[in-house]
């Protein structure tokens, strides 16, 4: 009877453990990722550059700093973007119940993102002069606030991993920059076709996407389980959402204006004398 007894105790903690919302695999994945991306910033990024673009050996050490964290940035957006998309496609359980379907694929891309933000607040702080922003350690802070009601509970999978789509903007605003910083005109052929590309990406992940997120969310919207968030879980998710495309529509409406400044101009040399095509000496 004792030996019994044991068994289920065991099993219950066995069971226990494999509920806990916060598995070893998932802080594993967030630990790997932390590290991962620091790799990425002090020697992936530095070594890859001078062999991509040997004008970075002539930046500044705070623009050789801003290249490696945006290097990284973009190699963040392109796979969770692509891990979103993944989910958003073949994730049934996520994708019919919204709330509480099985977050386990939605835990591991916001796992990696965790230990990417994390880090990166790590060398914000660390290397605060030279790419220092309190808008982005803001973000980053809530950003962690709003993914522990993913990983800490399992609740709004869908939505989380929805919102991730944004991610696939962060390349072309990065390369913005480096165009910038290498010396590219803007009304040169690579910053023009990167300048419109952005606001195309921009508009269709961050904006064209908003109707088919807040239908979602009406749809659930004073459901039995709207209700089992608590109201945390319910103004992180949707407090941060509403501002969040607030900034977004503020943002396009500012992208739109450059792309079409820049592209007349474009036009107007072009009519008016050859088209300066190319990298500035």
């Known amino acids: 009877m004792e030996m019994e007894h044991h068994y289920v105790a065991v099993a219950s903690t066995w069971g226990w453990v494999a509920m806990d919302p916060f598995s070893q695999l998932i802080l594993t994945i967030s630990v790997t990722s932390f590290f991962t991306f620091q790799w990425l910033f002090h020697k992936v990024s530095p070594w890859m550059s001078v062999r991509i673009s040997p004008s970075f050996l002539s930046l500044s050490d705070k623009q050789k700093v801003e290249w490696n964290s945006r290097t990284v940035s973009t190699f963040h957006a392109l796979l969770v973007g692509i891990f979103c998309l993944y989910i958003l496609f073949f994730d049934?359980?996520?994708?019919?119940?919204?709330?509480?379907?099985?977050?386990?694929l939605v835990k591991t891309n916001v796992a990696i993102t965790t230990g990417y933000?994390?880090?990166d607040l790590l060398l914000i702080f660390f290397y605060w002069?030279?790419?220092?922003?309190?808008?982005?350690?803001?973000?980053?802070?809530a950003a962690l606030y709003a993914y522990y009601y993913v990983l800490g509970e399992g609740m709004?999978?869908?939505f989380a991993n929805f919102r991730l789509l944004a991610e696939f903007s962060t390349p072309c605003v990065n390369q913005?920059?480096?165009?910038?910083?290498?010396?590219?005109?803007?009304?040169?052929?690579?910053?023009?076709a990167?300048?419109?590309a952005m606001a195309v990406v921009f508009f269709m992940v961050r904006i064209a996407v908003m109707p088919v997120y807040y239908i979602r969310m009406y749809a659930v919207y004073g459901t039995e389980a709207f209700y089992l968030v608590p109201w945390g879980g319910r103004v992180a998710w949707i407090g941060s959402s509403i501002c969040l495309d607030i900034m977004n529509i503020m943002w396009m409406h500012k992208i739109a204006r450059g792309c079409y400044k820049v592209l007349r101009s474009a036009r107007q040399s072009k009519a008016g004398a050859p088209q300066e095509n190319g990298k500035t000496d």
């Open 92 to 104: 049934d359980a996520v994708n019919e119940d919204p709330v509480w379907g099985d977050p386990t």
């Open 117 to 119: 933000l994390i880090s």
């Open 156 to 158: 709004l999978p869908y």
């Open 194 to 196: 990167n300048g419109v």
């Open 129 to 141: 002069k030279a790419i220092g922003d309190k808008f982005f350690v803001v973000h980053h802070l």
């Open 176 to 192: 913005r920059w480096f165009f910038e910083v290498l010396g590219y005109p803007k009304s040169s052929r690579p910053n023009m």
